[in-house]
């Protein structure tokens, strides 16, 4: 009897172990494809009316120049292109509409543009303005990198009491110097009472919530994913933007969102 126990004993707490939520991939791409972006999972922000940061550029849509994949990659380029008024042509790339979450481990491995006046950035932002405009429903930024402070990396919050208008962001910046010599993987763990910011698999940031209500804490609603390179802007382009650099390019090797953080 004890030689029939033992191993059903050792089966389920394997099969325990397979089940964890933790281990639940939700949602990716991983770019094994060519060609435009998968509009399965993909949306296009299209225009130059400056996206609340007086940027330069045109994002554009369906237009392989600024956004494609190959050999297994993603890329968002940025281009200096007379063709628009503001003389630069990019994309911005988003899940909203095709998928959203709340709360998860959301993992991003990706390769950065450098040079004065380029400002990629993966981020997130609500599905739906549950508490009204921004930043009162928040925005949660994976990774920010302005070129003019090449290699540093920013992980930041933003919410009606915390937010870059009144100077008041919840965030923390970590040094990375081959950000835009080699991949890297950016990531957050986001829970009910936490977001956990990482590089490489190592935290470098936490933002908890206060319990104060939703100016303070607005992360208990769905949010979708987002990629771009903007060129110039209030932060980007504080100290212009150099000509001779273009085009600039941001490769992603993956996006992954799991239900919890992996093991």
Not at 204 to 226: A, C, M, Q, S, V
């Amino acid at each position: 009897m004890k030689n029939i126990i033992l191993p059903m004993i050792v089966f389920g707490f394997l099969l325990s172990c397979q089940e964890k939520p933790n281990n639940k991939l939700i949602w990716s791409d991983e770019f094994e494809y060519e060609g435009l972006p998968d509009t399965v999972n993909w949306t296009y922000d299209v225009g130059d009316h400056g996206w609340g940061n007086n940027e330069l550029q045109f994002y554009t849509k369906e237009k392989s120049e600024n956004a494609r994949v190959e050999n297994g990659r993603l890329i968002i380029e940025a281009h200096l292109d007379s063709s628009f008024t503001k003389g630069f042509s990019s994309a911005k790339l988003h899940t909203k509409g095709n998928a959203s979450w709340q709360y998860g481990y959301m993992e991003i491995k990706a390769k950065l543009p450098s040079g004065v006046g380029t400002w990629p950035a993966i981020w997130m932002m609500p599905e739906e303005n549950k508490y009204g405009g921004w930043p009162k429903s928040g925005e949660i930024d994976i990774m920010e990198h302005v070129g003019y402070d090449q290699g540093v990396i920013h992980g930041t919050v933003h919410a009606e009491a915390f937010n870059h208008r009144k100077g008041t962001q919840k965030g923390a910046k970590i040094q990375v110097l081959t950000c835009s010599e080699e991949f890297h993987v950016y990531a957050i763990d986001w829970s009910e009472d936490r977001i956990d910011f990482y590089l490489d698999g190592k935290q470098y940031h936490t933002f908890e919530n206060t319990g104060k209500g939703f100016e303070e804490w607005p992360f208990d609603h769905p949010f979708y994913l987002i990629l771009n390179i903007a060129v110039g802007g209030d932060w980007g382009g504080t100290q212009g933007v150099d000509p001779e650099i273009w085009p600039q390019r941001m490769e992603v090797d993956y996006v992954r969102v799991y239900s919890e953080k992996p093991d």
